[in-house]
C-alpha cells in the first residue's frame, strides 16, 4: 500500500516536473531560475536577449505553477518578480507585434529610462504580491534591482504597491469564504508569528549572534555551492532540451524520495494535549501530519515535508506549541532542504530561491533554539524566524529590504531590533567570502553587469589603455556605400561623426550617431548625390517618433535595407541624427574615474577625446565591454 | 485662582521661552528652525556657514529642550535630525581645535564624501531615535535627506539604525521601572493604535480619500502660510537678538492664552463608565484632564492641551473611547494648532515640524471620522492616525519614509494599504499647488540647492551660456604673485590650469587646481627661481593628509600667508596639485545636459572646452551657482 502511494506521490510530481521542463526548455530557456538575476541585468543596461519577452513570461507563470506543484524545493517569489518585470516590459514596448497585440498610446515608454522605470514597478510588484509586502516591495526594488535609483521612481513603484496592496488587499477580502482554495489564507500578514516576548537580555542577544553567525556561514557555503552546481548543470543543459528534462525528472525522483522516504527516519509523536480536533491531519490543510502513524500520533518530519510551503514555515515559526519538533527532526529537514535547495536550482524551470532559503533558516534556527532553550528566553518561534533572517542576509545580502519584507510576513515589529542585528552580522559574516547569490549568478551568466563602484585596480590605467578596436568614423556627410560596409562589417552601436574640412577648418568631432538611427535614415533613403547639408526638409521627413527605442527584437536590421548601387554612391547627411554634446573624457583620466562617470550617468557609450591639441579629435569609445574586468584585468602591465 | 495660576503657567513657558530664544539669538542663530533643510543643503554639497558648528550643536540640544518645555507647539524630531547631523560632523572632522577637542585617528572623515556618508547616517540616528523608527530613519535618509545614494550608504545607515535601536531597547528596559520620568513610557510603540478593524469597504474608502484630498489642501496652504510668515519673520529677526527674543515672547504669550483660554470654551464632560480610577486626572500623566471640572467630569480641550505632546497624540490616536472628544473640541483644537504651528515655526527657537503636522492632522481626521461616522465603520482612532498621515503627506511630500515611521509608531501593519492610499492621494494633491515644505525652506534661506533633475527651461541654453565672471587661469608653472593675486581678489574654489609652449606643443588645458591646495603648496613655500618642474622632492615635503579636507572653519586663508617680496618673484609648479583629468563638457551641451552631469557626480566645478579646434583651451567653468535659476532665466533670450 505504501509502495503505491509512493508510486502515486512521485509520478504525480514528476508529470508536473515534466511540464514545467517542457515548458521551460523548448519555448523559453530564459525563463529558468530565478529570475531575479536576469532583471538586475537589464535594469543594469544589459539588454540580453529574450530575458524579458512574452514567451519568457508565459513560460514563467505556467513554469512555475508546475514547478511548485511538483513539490521542488523551490519558490514563487523569484519568478513572481521576473514575472512583474516581464509585463512591465510587455506594456513598455507596446505589446507585441509578433502576437498581434499593439498599444499606440504606450509609445511614451519608448526610451530606455521610462522603460527601465515601468520595469522597475513590474519587480517591485512582483516581490508586493509575492510577499504581501508593500514596502518590502518598494526597498527591495531600490536595494536589489535597480541601478539608478531617482526620486520620481521611489514616488512611482510606491504608487504600483499601493495599487497591488489594494488590490491583493480586495481578493483577499473576495475570497475569505474560502472560495479560491489556499489564496488568502492567514491574510495580509502570511506568517504571524504572535511571540509576545517583552524582553531580552544578553545570553539572549549572544545567542542571535550566534544565529548570525552561523546564517553567515551557511549562506556562503550554499552560494558557494550553488554556484558549482550551475557550472555543472550548465555543461548538462547545453547539450539540448533532452538532457534538461531528464535532469529535471531525476531531481525531481530525489525529491519524491526524500519527501517520501525521510519521515519513515522518525518515530510518531503522540500529539499536544487539548488539540485532539486538529492532530493527527490527513486533509490538504493542518499542521500535524498522520502519515503513517496511529490516531492520536503524528509524524514531525511529514509535518514539514508533505505541506504547502506556506505551511511548513508557518509550522517552523509557530510559537504555541515549543516541542513540536524535535532536534533530530530539525536536523534532518535542515540538512535535506539545504541539500535539495542547492541542487534544485539551476534545472530548467522557474526556480525561486527564497523559500527554500526561508525554509532551511528558519528549521536550523528552531534548532538552536531548542538546543539553546536553557540558557536563553527566548521562543522557538523566534528563533525560527531569526534563523530565516540571518539565513537571508547570509546568501542574498540584503539588509533593509529583507527586514521590510520579514516584517511584513511576520507583523512582528518589537522584534524589528534583533532582525537588524542578525541581518547585520550574517551579511558581514558571509560578504568576507563571497558575494551574493544574484551577483553570483548574474556573473557566473556572463552579463556585463556594471558595478557601481571602480575596481581598485582600474586606477592602474587610464581610458586610452581599455579602448579596443579599430576606431571606425564616419563623416558629417558621409557617403552610403561607407555607412552601409561598417554596418555590416561591425556591431557596434555608435560610431564618432567627424566634421572635416569642408565644414569646419580643422577636424573637430562633431558628435556620436546610433546604429538605430543610421539604419532609420538609410531606410527612408533621404539621400543626396553630393556633399550638401539636409536643409529643413528633414523634418518634415521624419517625426520623433521613428527613432524612438523600439521593443527588444523589433527594431531594423542592416538585412531589412534595401539599397542598390546607385544609392550607394550617394551621399546622406549625419547633422541631423548626431548626437552634438556626446560626454567625453579626456584619454589620460584614470579609468576609475571614468568607470565612475559611465556607470553614474548610465552611458552606452563614452567618448575618449586627446589630451593634446592637433591630434585627431577622437582616441576612442568606451562601451561596457571595456570595463569588464575579464577585458581591464588582461591589460594591467605585470600582471 | 485660576488668574494666579495663569500667571505661573504663562510665565514658566515665558521663562524657558526666553532662555530657549536667548541661546538661540545670541550662541547659534543657525540653531533656529527645524533643522532638517539645513541638513539636506549640506548634504546636496552647500557648506554653509556654522550650519552643523559645535555651537549649534550644543543650543540645538539644549534650545530644543527649553522650547519642548515652553509648551510651544514644536516638536522634538526635526532638531534631532540635526543634532544627530551636528554630532556626526563634530566626528567626520576630528573634533574641535576651537574646544580643544581632537581626535587624530578620525582623520580618515577628512575628505567630502566619507564625511558626507558620516552626517547622513547622523541624520539618520535622529529619525531613528525620534521616533523609535529605525527603518523610517534608514528611508528618511534615503528619501528626504541624502542627495547621493549609494549601497554602501544604505548599508551604513541601516548598520548605524541598527545600533541606535539596539540602544534604545536597551535604555527603555533600564527604565522600565519608570526611573527616567516620561522616558520609555509606551515602549518600542510609540503610538499604539490596537484597532482591529478587519475589513473596509467602499464607503470607508471613500472616506480614507477624503481624508487624502483634505490633507493635500491643507498641507500645501499651512506650507504657503508658512513661507509667507517665514519671510515676514525674517524681517523682524534680521534686526537683531532684541528683537528676536521679543518676538518669541509674543508667541510664548500666544501659545500661553491658547493653551489655557481655549479650554473654558467647552463644558465638562462627564467620565465614561468603569473608567472611573482613571478619570479625571490632575497629575503629570493621564489622559481626562480634570482641569476646572467637578470629580467625576473632565475637560475635552485640557485634555489635548495641558498634556505632554504624546500624549495628545496618543489622546487622538485613541480607539477606546469613541466619545471622547466632541466634534467642537477637534474643531477648535485643529484650528489653534493649525494656528500656532504656522507662527511658532520661525521663531529663534529649535522647532520641529513633525509634532505640530501629526497634533493638527490626527485632530481633523478624528473630526472627519466623527462626522462620518454613521457611514464608515472605520474606527475614529484610525481616522485620526489616517488623518496625521495625510497631513504629514501633504506638507513634507515623502511617501515611503512616512509610511514606514507611521508604521514603526503605530505598529499598525494591516493599516498599511489605507497609509499608502491616503499618502499618494495627499501628496499628489498638495505637489499641484507648491513644494514641499523643507524644499520651501531651503530655498527661502537662499541655499544653492541642486535638484535632482534638470529643468525643461535649461535646454533652451547651451554651457557656454552661462559660463559667468572673467576666466582666470594659470600656468603649469606659476608666478608666486600671480597666484596670490588670483586668491586674494576673487572667491574662486577652483582654477584651470594650462600648460603653455615652453611646456607643450600648443597651450592645452593641463586640469583644475583648487583653492586650498594652492594654499597648502604657498604655506610650504616650495618655490623655485625659475620656471622649472619640482621634482620627487615634492613627494618628500607633503604627506597625502596636508591636503586632506579641513573641517568647516578650520583651512587655511589667503591671509594665513606670509610671503616676501622676493618669494613674490619666484615660480611655483602647479602640477603635483593639479586634478590633471578634470570632469569636462563641450561648450555647445545643452545646460539641461551639463546639469545632469553636474548633479549626478556631485561636482563642484565643472570645464567648459570649446568644440572647435585652435582655440584657447578652455571657455570656462561651470558651479553650483551658474545652474541656480535665479542666474539662468535672467540668461534665456526674449524671456
New interface residues.
Partial sequence: EYYRAFAAFAGLNMIFAICAAALCALIAPAAAGSGIPEVKAYLNGVDAHSILAPSTLFVKIFGSIFGVSAGFVVGKEGPMVHTGACIANFLGQGGSCKYHLNWKWLRYFKNDRDRRDLITCGAAAGVAAAFCS??GG??FA??EAASW????L??RT??T??VV??VV?SLI?FC?SGKCGLFGQG???MFEVNSAVP?YNTPDLLAVMLLGVLGGLFGSLYNYLVDKVLRTYSIINERGPAFKVLLVITVSLLTSCCAYGLPWLTNCTSCPVGLENECPTIGRFGNYRSFQCQPGYYNELASLFLNTNDNAIRNLFSSRNKNEFHLSTLFIYFAAIYFLGIVTYGIAVPSGLFIPVILAGASYGRFVGSLLGSISNLDVGLFALLGAASFLGGTMRM??SL??IL??LT?D??M??LV??V??IS?TVADSFNKGVYDQIVKMKGFPYME??AEPYMKQLVARDVCSGPLITFSGVEKVSNILHALRMTGHNGFPVIDEPLF?????LCGLVLRSHLLVLLKAKFFANNQVLSGPEFLRMFHAFDFAKPGSGKGLRVEDLDINDDEMEMYVDLHPVTN??P????E???LA?AA??FR??GLRHLCVIP????RF?IVGILTRHDFMPEHVLGLIPHK
Fill in positions: 508593500p514596502i518598494v526597498l531600490l536595494e535609483w531617482r526620486s520620481a521611489l514616488w510606491f504608487f504597491n499601493a496592496a489594494m488587499r477580502e475569505r491574510g495580509l500578514i524582553s539588509t533593509v527586514c521590510m516584517l511584513e507583523n515589529l518589537l524589528l531590533p537588524m542585528l541581518l547585520l551579511k557601481a563602484h569646419s577648418d580643422a577636424p573637430e552634438t554634446s560626454y567625453t573624457v579626456v589620460t583620466m584614470s574615474k565612475v562617470l553614474k550617468l589630451k593634446t591639441p592637433r579629435p
